[in-house]
């Protein structure tokens, strides 16, 4: 069975640039997250779904960051315009019963702002 | 400042040696997660406590809540190159709705 598919692995764009970094959830979660990983910073929950709807969005750092979940098997996190400080390790998690429960990590999406 | 601090912040140790890495705050949380994570990967669930004194193990991994449900610690008996990796402790508050946080990890590198 398939974990958590993040795409594209790697991204690096100008400062400026739209980014979009999307994931798909393992089949059977209700519950999706959006992390950011940074040496600095650590791990930092940006924002959580359940059943596609966004239950606590108080970690994404200002507007310029917006979380969207379509459907059960897809969800974007998008960053417009991208700065430097965006500089990161993004990672998509899902699980099921929200957040006491195991969360599955994807591999990460490594965005790079020049 | 961080909810959870983890110390120490990096290990280097031998193949075979002991060691002890720490999760505290001041908060209680209703439980706690120790996760593991390789390079280039995502975070791994180790284990997940919930009972305040409750310790677990996991082969040559112990853990153990802390009676009042506000620290944590991860002990690794003769520790093997295969253990090297971030590993991270995750909470959710009682005071926070529920939230989960993460402590800023512990970097173990087991050299051979």
């Known amino acids: 069975d398939a974990g958590v598919i993040q795409s594209p692995r790697h991204e690096v764009t100008e400062m400026g640039q739209e980014v979009t970094l999307r994931c798909k959830p393992i089949?059977?979660?209700?519950?999706l997250f959006w992390y950011r990983q940074t040496m600095m910073r650590g791990l930092e929950l940006l924002i959580y779904f359940n059943n596609n709807v966004p239950i606590d969005d108080s970690g994404m750092p200002e507007d310029r960051f917006s979380a969207k979940m379509p459907n059960a098997s897809f969800s974007t996190l998008k960053i417009q315009p991208s700065e430097p400080r965006d500089s990161a390790v993004y990672f998509c998690a899902s699980s099921n019963l929200g957040l006491a429960n195991e969360q599955f990590f994807g591999p990460g999406t490594r965005l790079t702002v020049l | 400042t961080q909810l959870l601090e983890q110390s120490p912040q990096f290990l280097s140790i031998q193949e075979g040696e002991n060691l002890t890495v720490y999760c505290n705050s001041s908060s209680v949380f209703s439980s706690l997660q120790w996760y593991r994570q390789e390079p280039g990967e995502g975070p791994v669930l180790l284990v997940t406590?919930?009972?305040?004194?409750e310790v677990k193990k996991l082969k040559r991994l112990t853990f153990q809540f802390g009676d009042a449900r506000k620290d944590s610690s991860l002990h690794i008996t003769a520790a093997q190159p295969g253990d090297t990796g971030l590993y991270l402790c995750?909470?959710?508050?009682?005071?926070?709705?529920?939230?989960?946080?993460f402590g800023g990890g512990t970097r173990l590198m087991v050299k051979p």
């Open positions: 995750a909470g959710i508050l009682l005071a926070a709705g529920n939230m989960l946080t």
């Open positions: 089949s059977g979660h209700n519950s």
């Open positions: 406590v919930v009972t305040g004194g």
